[in-house]
Structures are given as C-alpha cells and as structure tokens.
C-alpha cells in the first residue's frame, strides 16, 4: 500500500489530512450539497449524482435528503435499497448494502474508526473497517452500525439500537448494545 487512501480502504492505519484524501472529502462534500439540494421530483438529476458519488447502486435505489458520507465511492447498493431522511454513511471503508433493504431515518452507518492507544490518536492516525448489510435487512430508525459489523439477509435491527457485533440472518436485535429479542411462544 503506497498511499494513504489505498491503507484507508484496506482498514489499515493511514493519515486523513493527506492532500489527496483532502480534495476526495471536497468532491463529495460538492456531490452531496447537489444531491440534498434535490426534491423527490428531481429522479433524474438524483440519478446522474448518485452515480457519479457512490461507489455502486442498482435499480431502484432512494436516498431521501438530506444524506451525508465521508466519500461516496465506497458505498454499494443493491436493487431496491431505501434510506429515509437524514442517514449518515461515513464510508472510509466498504459499505455493500444488499437488494431490498430499508433504512429507517437518521440511522448512522460508520466504517470509521480510531486508535485505542493514545499515542497513535496523537499522531493523528484513523483506520477503518468495512460494513455489510445482507439482503431485505429493516434498520429502524435512530439505529447506530458500528465499523466491522455485518448483517445477515432478512435480519431486523430495532429503532436506536447500537450494533457492536455480527447480526446472524433472520435474527432480530434491539437495544444498547443491539441484543437478540427472543421470540415469544
């Protein structure tokens, strides 16, 4: 890895001030300004940003305003994949987001991480970890995803939860930390 975005997307320890991670942050902080400017009548416009900002998106696909990421490049979609209002994706790392899932508003999806150890925190050091969410995934409203997780297809995480750990496929999880909720009989 020579450059800093290349240890960046790789998850390892790089530096966020480099210039060329610098003017990345400017073109998306200019895609994202346009793309929140956008109203649910501007389909094509809405179209023609997302696929010059993010890194991948399929049929079908709605962001709705406003929407934030630290890069857009790293973020993949699926078909049908739908955010609601005010979703943050801090996309230092992957983020793949399979077909028919549903974000509900204000969810935050972050890859990005820091040092536990001060002396690398003082060296102005960042890493990240990538994020995958399966297919037909519901993600209620206020929910935080924490770097490193991933979500198994069909799964549902409750409003507010905070998701430190893998969600296995099916299982639903509530609460801080985000647990299993154990069905009734």
């Not at 997307?9 to 956008?38: S, W």
């Not at 416009?45 to 929407?67: K, Q």
């Not at 990421?69 to 979609?77: C, M, R, S, V």
């Not at 799964?155 to 507010?160: D, E, F, L, M, S």
Request: hydrophobic letters at 35%; a negative charge.
């Amino acid at each position: 890895m020579t450059c800093e975005k290349d240890k960046m997307i790789a998850g390892a320890f790089y530096q966020p001030g480099d210039p060329q991670l610098v003017r990345e942050r400017a073109r998306n902080q200019e895609l994202q300004r346009r793309y929140n400017a956008t109203t649910g009548s501007d389909q094509d416009t809405r179209i023609t940003i997302l696929d010059e900002w993010l890194g991948g998106r399929g049929e079908n696909c709605a962001l709705r305003t406003p929407f934030y990421a630290d890069y857009g490049y790293n973020i993949h979609l699926g078909d049908n994949v739908f955010f609601n209002y005010g979703c943050v994706v801090l996309d230092v790392c992957e983020v793949r987001i399979g077909d028919m899932t549903q974000i509900g508003p204000y969810v935050q999806i972050l890859t990005a991480d820091h040092p536990r150890d001060a002396a690398s925190r003082d060296a102005g050091l960042e890493f990240g970890q990538p994020v995958k969410i399966g297919r037909n995934v519901w993600i209620g409203g206020g929910a935080l995803i924490l770097p490193g997780v991933e979500i198994g297809d069909d799964a549902i995480v409750g409003a507010g939860a905070v998701v430190t750990r893998n969600v296995a496929q099916g299982v639903t999880v509530a609460g801080n930390p985000a647990r299993p909720l154990v069905p009734h009989a």
